[in-house]
């Protein structure tokens, strides 16, 4: 249905940035809704972002007014602008399409590590 790969993680320091992106092929036209998650070792996954097909965002409490979630219709590819990293955002951070009818489809994730 679709193919996700997500890059632009690495280490940083505590302040720092990182811009992750998404990359969606495939069936781009049954995608609804992109989010971005992130999964610490031995913690939950959590949610991070959402942007849906129509343009509307929303952040979890922990990123938000940091974290910035994007498109670029024309690439198709989704981002994830990380500002005033701490080293608590340290996470594998993977982005999730949702198709219509079709259930989810996962990226690999990137490593982000943020260093005091």
């Known amino acids: 249905q679709v193919q996700l790969v997500e890059s632009g993680g690495g280490l940083v320091q505590a302040g720092g940035s990182l811009r992750l992106s998404c990359a969606a092929s495939?069936?781009?036209?049954?995608?609804?809704?992109v989010s971005w998650y992130r999964q610490a070792p031995g913690k939950q996954r959590e949610l991070v972002a959402t942007?849906?097909?129509?343009?509307?965002?929303n952040l979890s409490d922990a990123v938000k007014g940091r974290f910035t979630i994007s498109r670029e219709n024309a690439k198709n590819t989704v981002y994830l602008q990380m500002n005033s990293l701490k080293p608590e955002d340290s996470a594998v951070y993977y982005c999730?399409?949702?198709?219509?009818?079709?259930?989810?489809?996962w990226g690999q994730g990137t490593q982000v590590t943020v260093s005091s």
């Open positions: 999730k399409a949702l198709l219509r009818a079709n259930g989810n489809y």
């Open positions: 495939g069936n781009i036209f049954a995608i609804d809704v």
């Open positions: 942007i849906t097909r129509g343009g509307f965002t």
